[in-house]
């Protein structure tokens, strides 16, 4: 079935840039997301990207997004404390629905 | 634009009891997803409501049901709770315009005894 990995630790000083890691297994995805959860809050979408994209930007976040391999990644540059949580790769199951199949999740350590 | 609204925030119920949840989506949004967020098995889906129809469920047995309103509010019902069924349940909201962007509310943190 559909599924996606990702690690689940990264650690990185203040000022660094952050590179989270994401491989999926559905062949028909259409959209991939990028989520982050801090302590006791829901998610917030940070950003997705098109399948037929290679790579996005948006201010600080950098999407690259490797569909031969099923490989995505999400870099974060300037890495700001506040940037502390837990990141989740999604990717939407069969086309565009409202079904998400989320990685396991990288928490994020960022140190002063 | 007010967020996704979920009620209760927290709900302490014991086993063998039933329990809804309401979400209440984002103005405009007609499609609500439900999800449980457990430590051991992550965000698993439980089911998505597009005008008042399930369009998509997950593999969780039928104690878990919803229900979508013609307002797009949407409530969940888990019966006969088990220990389990402790998690955070959280609901999403999403325009169905050609990007399917969810936004996810604070949650649902429930705790079977």
């Known amino acids: 079935g559909e599924d996606v990995e990702q690690s689940l630790f990264l650690s990185v000083r203040e000022g660094d840039s952050s590179v989270i890691n994401c491989t999926y297994t559905?062949?028909?995805?259409?959209?991939l997301y990028w989520y982050k959860q801090e302590p006791g809050a829901g998610l917030q979408l940070l950003t997705y990207?098109?399948?037929?994209?290679d790579m996005k930007q948006d201010q600080r976040l950098t999407v690259l997004l490797n569909k031969k391999d099923k490989h995505l990644s999400l870099r974060i540059a300037d890495t700001q404390t506040g940037d502390s949580a837990i990141y989740f790769c999604a990717d939407s199951f069969s086309g565009n629905t409202g079904k998400l199949i989320f990685g396991q999740g990288t928490t994020l350590q960022v140190k002063p | 634009k007010a967020g996704v609204t979920q009620t209760p925030r927290y709900l302490i119920k014991t086993r063998g009891q039933q329990v809804t949840l309401s979400c209440s989506p984002i103005s405009g949004h007609r499609s609500v997803s439900w999800y449980q967020q457990t430590p051991g098995q992550g965000l698993q889906f439980l089911f998505e409501y597009f005008s008042e129809t399930q369009r998509n469920k997950g593999n969780f047995p039928g104690r878990f049901s919803g229900r979508q309103f013609s307002n797009s509010r949407s409530e969940m019902n888990v019966s006969t709770l088990e220990l389990g069924d402790s998690a955070l349940y959280l609901c999403?909201?999403?325009?169905?315009?050609?990007?399917?962007?969810?936004?996810f509310g604070p949650g649902t943190r429930l705790t079977v005894t």
């Open positions: 999403a909201s999403s325009s169905t315009g050609e990007i399917y962007e969810q936004y």
């Open positions: 559905d062949s028909s995805s259409t959209y």
């Open positions: 990207i098109f399948s037929n994209m």
